[in-house]
């Protein structure tokens, strides 16, 4: 009874794949779109954040980012953080495979990596650790949320 239930569901997958819905699967090819939206939104999130630091700091040039203050560093790692976890995707190339390891590792290295130079740095001037003070922490274990996010796609 059981081999037919199972024989109904493959039917199933198959005649949805048949009039153009996408499999559930990892041979269901890459996902061009959201790939792009992921490596754009990781891009953007790091230009948001050289952006701020470099130019509109100082409140001379580009005023309402100025204005922002360290929202600016909520919205642009906040981009790169859920570029990332856009990624993770089994549509996307991260998102599959070996990808899924590298992503996973990736993210817990750099987080961890992160928070040990936030503590090892203590008073010295280093551009974003230092504009971050405590909210290292938060940027750090961001970084490891993703990986966790990577880890659940691993097989």
């Given at each position: 009874?059981?081999?037919?239930?199972?024989?109904?569901?493959?039917?199933?997958?198959?005649?949805?794949?048949?009039?153009?819905?996408?499999?559930?699967?990892?041979?269901?090819?890459?996902?061009?779109?959201?790939?792009?939206?992921?490596?754009?939104?990781?891009v953007?999130?790091?230009?948001?954040?050289?952006?701020?630091?470099?130019?509109?700091?100082?409140?001379?040039?580009?005023?309402?980012?100025?204005?922002?203050?360290?929202?600016?560093?909520?919205?642009?790692?906040?981009?790169?953080?859920?570029?990332?976890?856009?990624?993770?995707?089994?549509?996307?190339?991260?998102?599959?495979?070996?990808?899924?390891?590298?992503?996973?590792?990736?993210?817990?290295?750099?987080?961890?990596?992160?928070?040990?130079?936030?503590?090892?740095?203590?008073?010295?001037?280093?551009?974003?650790?230092?504009?971050?003070?405590?909210?290292?922490?938060?940027?750090?274990?961001?970084?490891?949320a993703?990986?966790f996010?990577?880890?659940?796609?691993?097989?």
């Open positions: 009874m059981s081999d037919t239930s199972g024989s109904r569901s493959t039917s199933r997958s198959r005649a949805g794949a048949s009039r153009g819905m996408p499999a559930l699967s990892q041979a269901a090819g890459t996902s061009v779109v959201r790939t792009v939206l992921a490596a754009a939104l990781v953007a999130g790091i230009a948001w954040i050289v952006v701020y630091l470099n130019i509109a700091q100082d409140g001379e040039q580009l005023t309402w980012m100025g204005d922002l203050r360290r929202w600016n560093f909520l919205i642009g790692f906040g981009a790169l953080l859920l570029g990332l976890a856009f990624a993770a995707h089994p549509s996307t190339p991260l998102g599959r495979g070996r990808g899924v390891v590298w992503g996973m590792l990736g993210c817990f290295l750099i987080g961890l990596i992160w928070i040990v130079v936030y503590y090892m740095a203590g008073d010295a001037d280093i551009p974003l650790i230092s504009d971050l003070t405590n909210y290292n922490l938060v940027v750090g274990i961001g970084f490891m993703v990986g996010v990577f880890a659940t796609h691993w097989e």
